[in-house]
């Protein structure tokens, strides 16, 4: 081609042809043959009264991803939010994956966990259903979500192990795969992936852990990619408070590029080819959190500098007593299993 032609071919090409940005909705694949788009809704610690509205105006500004749980103890308004938007004809059901976990009280009941976030919900189905835990608790302990001992220690139920809550999340959708289309786990570590890949028929499709350029969890990273199991990130910003807002490193390439500090800590994960979770109920920040862009070679040797300099800091991890794998965490007993 004539150089100068070439040129001004070059010069007369939009920028979002030659640079595109990534979308909220770019559809990742999943090891089912799914797609999980790019950007969910976050429920955790979404405060009662505030849940539908953000959810309602989540959907109508454009996010197809809600993530959900039955021990976030707000299902119910998610899943008035979603009768609202369907009613009016916003979307589809068909239009949008929801995720729910299944909670540590359930992890003998997993038929009736999934029923009862169904039930709240308000849908038929779920896209993706996840082992919040590889903790089981006990079902029948003086709490239905945190069962405690006298001691005021977690009253772990030892008739079954997170392997045996695995055989039954794959004989639910087995057996019903008009309900779940897809099931995961989340807050799984290298060593307990490996300990429950040895006897799964069904690979997860998803492990959903804490991260952020304080707790990368590269070793998990790299494992569940190895695996074929898709990473969503939860708590993108540092957990409550968003404590990363006021890193050195992510304000330098936030300036860079001429966006706000959440820009950058959502976007690094869609450069590690991760689904991400922003939780927020504030219909500004919602919108906000749907600016993504390209994060260079550069950009990504800065931001995961940061837990080099300043250490890993993970800011999610209740107080089972468990020791669930993590190199930050070792205190607690093993529940891996054999």
């Given amino acids: 081609m004539n150089p100068a032609l070439s040129k001004f071919m070059l010069k007369s090409t ?5 640079d595109p940005q990534p979308d909220m909705n770019t559809a990742i694949p999943l090891n089912t043959g799914a797609t999980i788009p790019a950007l969910g809704l976050g429920t955790w610690q979404s405060a009662p009264g505030e849940v539908k509205k953000a959810v309602i ?27 609202d938007v369907i009613s009016r004809g916003i979307v589809k059901r068909e239009d949008l994956f929801i995720t ?24 038929s189905y779920v896209d993706l259903y996840l082992m919040h835990w590889p903790v089981p608790m006990n079902p029948n302990g ?8 006298e ?25 019903h795969p008009e309900k779940v289309k897809a099931i995961g786990v989340a807050n799984y570590s290298v060593k307990y992936l490996e300990k429950l890949l040895k006897n799964a028929t069904i690979t997860p499709a998803v492990n959903q852990i804490e991260n952020h350029p304080l707790c990368p969890q590269q070793e998990v990273v790299d494992f569940c990619k190895e695996k074929g199991i898709h990473i969503t990130a939860y708590s993108p910003l540092g957990s409550t408070g968003s404590p990363l807002f006021k890193d050195e490193t992510v304000n330098e390439v936030a300036k860079k590029h001429g966006v706000g500090p ?27 959190n749907k600016k993504l862009i390209s994060l260079d070679g550069e950009d990504m040797q800065k ?31 093993d529940l891996s299993g054999p």
């Avoid at 939009?14 to 030659?18: E, G, R």
């Avoid at 809600?66 to 899943?79: L, R």
């Avoid at 009280?105 to 999934?114: A, C, D, N, S």
Wanted: with cysteine.
């Fill in 142 to 149: 003086n709490h239905f979500l945190f069962p405690k001992l």
């Fill in 100 to 123: 729910s976990k299944l909670w540590c009280t359930f992890h003998t009941r997993v038929e009736e966990g999934l029923q009862k976030s169904l039930d709240l919900l308000k849908t």
């Fill in 262 to 288: 959440a820009t950058v800590l959502l976007s690094y994960h869609l450069a590690r080819n991760s689904s991400v979770l922003a939780k927020s109920v504030t219909p500004s920040r919602i919108d906000e």
């Fill in 14 to 18: 939009p920028k979002n042809i030659l």
């Fill in 303 to 333: 931001l995961e500098s940061i837990h080099k300099t300043r250490g890993i800091t993970r800011y999610v991890y209740p107080p089972f007593g468990v020791n669930a794998g993590f190199p930050d965490k070792p205190e607690g007993m």
């Fill in 151 to 175: 001691d005021g220690s977690r009253d772990i139920d030892r008739s079954i192990t997170h392997q045996g809550t695995w055989k039954n999340l794959e004989a639910l959708i087995q057996s």
């Fill in 57 to 83: 105006h989540a959907i109508e500004s454009g996010y197809r991803h809600i993530d959900c749980a039955f021990c976030y103890q707000n299902e119910d308004e998610v899943g008035a939010a979603l009768q």
